[in-house]
């Protein structure tokens, strides 16, 4: 599932259509929304964790590209299309997604504070959500997007690794500093992957996801299933409180 670096890299590349007007919608997506947004223009296309928004005078739309979604601009490709959004002489399109209507203003749908690469995003805040959240693990917590809203699996296990904390750590057992460590920690990495996502050098920084062996210990690194995904992790140098 793509995280927000990888959206906000796809925001960046799309910003092209703003001031575009759409003269087709294509896709499997509702007929309501097809019908809204045919001869609508586009105003500004921004980002929140995980999903696309594109935004219109009326109304917006959000993009989920979820596990196995993904986007063309300006060809097509084999595969389900969710959404296509076709302009004078461009076009967008999105494959195996979810595409929702939004008709509020965006301030009363989404909380920007949640959101790890918005400049809104409360540290405090997300302190007192970890601390609430009491016998869950570590590694469970960072992905609930409503503590850090576009935060994955990718992100999860670097920070973890980076600050040498175990994932299975229950989160009433890790000490106050570190818990604000793996916040601020969890910040910076997401900035960082934006980096190596625009220069294309993004699964080349990985150093534990997936990884054979354990850079700083030469010990091999665990994959371990946990729920519906596998974490990754060093026994040895990443503490059990």
């Known amino acids: 599932m793509p995280e927000a670096p990888t959206i906000l890299v796809l925001c960046e590349n799309a910003k092209q259509f703003i001031g575009e007007k759409i003269i087709a919608v294509n896709g499997s997506v509702d ?3 097809k019908k809204r947004l045919t001869n609508n223009n586009i105003v500004n296309i921004m980002t929140y964790g995980k999903q696309l928004l594109i935004i219109f005078p009326d109304c917006a739309i959000s993009v989920h590209l979820m596990l196995f979604g993904s986007f063309t601009i300006n060809s097509e490709k084999k595969g389900k299309l969710t959404i296509g959004l076709t302009f004078d002489s461009k076009n967008i399109n999105f494959y195996a997604s979810v595409v929702k209507l939004i008709e509020k203003p965006l301030d009363e749908v ?39 809203t576009g935060i994955g699996n990718k992100i999860r296990n670097e920070v973890l690794y980076r600050v040498q904390v175990h994932p299975l750590n229950k989160i009433q057992d890790i000490p106050d500093k570190k818990l604000k460590e793996i916040i ?34 030469k010990v091999p690194v665990i994959h371990q299933k946990l729920g519906s995904r596998t974490i990754h992790f060093c026994d040895k140098c990443q503490e059990l409180y």
């Open 31 to 33: 007929e309501k929304i």
């Open 110 to 148: 989404f909380d920007w504070t949640t959101e790890v690469m918005n400049e809104k995003f409360d540290t405090v805040k997300a302190f007192e959500k970890l601390r609430q959240t009491g016998s869950t693990y570590i590694i469970e917590a960072l992905i609930d997007q409503d503590i850090f």
């Open 184 to 217: 601020t920690e969890s910040v910076k990495y997401s900035f960082e992957m934006l980096e190596w996502k625009r220069d294309g050098v993004m699964d080349d920084m990985l150093v534990v996801y997936k990884a054979k062996e354990c850079v700083r210990d």
